[in-house]
C-alpha cells in the first residue's frame, strides 16, 4: 500500500528509538549505560496510584468529558492560578493523551499550510516533526553556547516572515535546560505582540528548577496581550513522573481551547478516564514527593556536571532546570576510531556505543550536529559510572 507524502515524511522519534535499543542491548545481556531517559526514574507518587486504583474499583472507566473530566479541568485551572497567577475556566482547558498530543491539538488547531513557527533551537525533537504533521513549517532560531543556548528576542525578531504563526517558548527546555526570566519572556512577547504571533509556551518541566534566584515565569502570565495570544502546555508527565498515564493539558483563550476540544472529540474522544483520576490526585494532593524529585535531580546535575567538567575535550552549559544537559562534542569529531570516520556527533555516538556499551543521543535532531544530550534522570551511581565510561573513550581515542 502507497504511504502518502505526509506520513512517508515523518521521521520516528530518535530518543523514543534511541531508548529502546538501549533497553533491547540490556536484555540481550549487554551491560549497557543509557543516557537518553526521558522520563524520571522514580516511581509515580503512592497517592497517586492509590487514585487510580480507586478508580478502577469504583467503575470510574466510562467515556469521560472530550476535553476532560470537570474536577480534573477545575484542579488544573487551580493550579494555574496557585502556581502560575493566571485565571483560566475550565472551559479554556483541553485535557489530551500527554502533552505531545496537547503540541499537536495546538497547532493542527492554529496552522494553515505553509504557517511558521519561530522554533529557538536546540529544540525538543517533536516540535519539528509536529508543526510539520500540522501543515507548518519550523523555523529554527540558533542560538549559540556563550549565550547560555538562550535565544533573545532580536533573534526571534529576525527569523520572523510574513507566513510566522507562532512562536515556541520551552522553559525550562529540552534539551539545554534553558530557564527563561521575566525580562527575557516579556521582550518576546513585545515582539508576539508586534506581529501578532501565538506563543507556544511549554512548561512541561516546570517544577524541575534548581538554582536559588530562578523561578518559572509563565510568558502568559506577564500581561493581557500576552495571555491572550498563549497556549500553555504543561502536564503530570515529568513533574509528577507518570509518563506512561499520558495525561497533558492545554490552556488557551476560549475559541481555540473549543476548537482543539472538537479535534480531539473525534480523534481520540477523551484522555483515559482512570489516568485522569490520578492526574487529578497529582495536583490536589501532596506536592512533598514532587520537591524529592526536584533535589534528586539537582543533585544528579551537579554530579554529571562535575565529570564533564573535568573531562577534556567535552563542554555544556550548566543546565538551569528540566533533566538534560547538552554537551558540545566538536573537538571530537574529525578523524576515525577503529576504521570508522567520525564525522559528526552521530558517529562519536555510535564509537561510545561499540567501544563503551553507552548510549547518548546525537544532537542533529536537536539542531545541533555536534552536540550530545545526555539525561541524567538516572541514578548518581550510575552517571558515574557512564562518565568514567566517557572519559575513558576520550582518553584511548584522542589526546588532549
Ligand atoms: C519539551 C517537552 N515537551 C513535551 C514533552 C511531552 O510530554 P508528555 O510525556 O506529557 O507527552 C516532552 C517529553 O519529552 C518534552 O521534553
Same mark, same amino acid.
Given at each position: 500500500m502507497r504511504i502518502n507524502e505526509r506520513a512517508a515524511n515523518i521521521k520516528a522519534s530518535s530518543t523514543l528509538a534511541l531508548t529502546a535499543k538501549a533497553k533491547e542491548l540490556r536484555a540481550a545481556g549487554a551491560d549497557i549505560l543509557s543516557f537518553t531517559a526521558g522520563e524520571p526514574d522514580f516511581d509515580t507518587p503512592k497517592h497517586i496510584r492509590d487514585a487510580a486504583k480507586s478508580a478502577l474499583d469504583e467503575g470510574f472507566t466510562k467515556y469521560t468529558p472530550s476535553s476532560g473530566t470537570a474536577e480534573l479541568r477545575e484542579a488544573i485551572c487551580a493550579k494555574l492560578k496557585k502556581d502560575n497567577g493566571l485565571s483560566y475556566e475550565p472551559a479554556q482547558i483541553v485535557v489530551s493523551n500527554g502533552a505531545k498530543h496537547s503540541l499537536f491539538n495546538?497547532? #493542527?488547531? =492554529?496552522?494553515?499550510?505553509?504557517?511558521?513557527?519561530?522554533?529557538?533551537?536546540?529544540?525538543?525533537?517533536?516540535?519539528?516533526?509536529?508543526?510539520?504533521?500540522?501543515?507548518?513549517?519550523?523555523?529554527?532560531?540558533?542560538?549559540?553556547?556563550?549565550?547560555?543556548?538562550?535565544?533573545?528576542?532580536?533573534? =526571534?525578531?529576525?527569523? =520572523?516572515?510574513?507566513?510566522?504563526k507562532a512562536i515556541i517558548i520551552n522553559s525550562p527546555s529540552n534539551p539545554a535546560g534553558v530557564v527563561y526570566n521575566r525580562g527575557e519572556l516579556a521582550e518576546i512577547a513585545e515582539i508576539a505582540k508586534k506581529y501578532d504571533l501565538a506563543i507556544i509556551s511549554d512548561e512541561v518541566y516546570e517544577k524541575l528548577i534548581?538554582?536559588?534566584?530562578?523561578?518559572?515565569?509563565?510568558?502568559?502570565?506577564?500581561?493581557?496581550?500576552?495571555?491572550?495570544?498563549?497556549?500553555?502546555?504543561?502536564?503530570?508527565?515529568?513533574? #509528577?513522573?507518570?509518563?506512561?498515564?499520558?495525561?497533558? #493539558?492545554?490552556?488557551?483563550?476560549?475559541?481555540?481551547?473549543?476548537?482543539?476540544?472538537?479535534?480531539?472529540?473525534?480523534?481520540?474522544?477523551?484522555?483515559?478516564?482512570?489516568?485522569?483520576?490520578?492526574?487529578?490526585?497529582?495536583?490536589?494532593?501532596?506536592?512533598?514527593?514532587?520537591?524529592?524529585?526536584?533535589?534528586?535531580?539537582?543533585?544528579?546535575?551537579?554530579?554529571?556536571?562535575?565529570?564533564?567538567?573535568?573531562?577534556?575535550?567535552?563542554?555544556?552549559?550548566?543546565?538551569?532546570?528540566?533533566? #538534560?544537559?547538552?554537551?558540545?562534542?566538536?573537538?571530537?569529531?574529525?578523524?576515525?576510531?577503529?576504521?570508522?570516520?567520525?564525522n559528526d556527533a552521530a558517529d562519536v555516538a555510535a564509537a561510545l556505543l561499540s567501544r563503551e556499551n553507552v548510549v547518548v543521543v546525537p544532537g542533529a535532531d536537536f539542531g545541533y550536529a555536534n552536540y550530545i544530550r545526555l539525561s541524567f534522570a538516572i541514578s548518581e551511581e550510575e552517571i558515574g559510572k557512564g562518565m568514567d565510561r566517557i572519559k575513558n573513550f576520550i582518553s584511548e581515542c584522542y589526546s588532549f
Open positions: 495546538a497547532f #493542527y488547531t =492554529i496552522l494553515d499550510d505553509g504557517d511558521e513557527v519561530v522554533t529557538p533551537a536546540p529544540y525538543w525533537v517533536s516540535y519539528a516533526e509536529i508543526i510539520t504533521m500540522c501543515g507548518g513549517a519550523p523555523v529554527p532560531v540558533y542560538t549559540n553556547e556563550a549565550d547560555g543556548f538562550k535565544a533573545d528576542a532580536g533573534l =526571534i525578531e529576525r527569523a =520572523i516572515t510574513a507566513k510566522t534548581f538554582d536559588d534566584g530562578l523561578e518559572h515565569v509563565s510568558a502568559a502570565s506577564l500581561n493581557d496581550d500576552a495571555l491572550n495570544r498563549s497556549i500553555i502546555i504543561n502536564g503530570v508527565s515529568k513533574s #509528577y513522573s507518570m509518563t506512561g498515564w499520558r495525561i497533558g #493539558y492545554a490552556a488557551a483563550p476560549r475559541d481555540v481551547a473549543a476548537a482543539m476540544g472538537n479535534l480531539q472529540s473525534h480523534a481520540t474522544s477523551n484522555p483515559n478516564s482512570i489516568a485522569q483520576k490520578a492526574a487529578f490526585a497529582a495536583l490536589v494532593g501532596d506536592g512533598a514527593p514532587v520537591e524529592d524529585m526536584r533535589l534528586a535531580f539537582k543533585s544528579r546535575r551537579d554530579v554529571i556536571m562535575k565529570a564533564i567538567d573535568e573531562t577534556p575535550g567535552i563542554s555544556a552549559v550548566c543546565p538551569q532546570g528540566a533533566f #538534560y544537559v547538552f554537551v558540545n562534542v566538536e573537538k571530537l569529531v574529525g578523524g576515525d576510531i577503529d576504521g570508522m570516520k567520525i
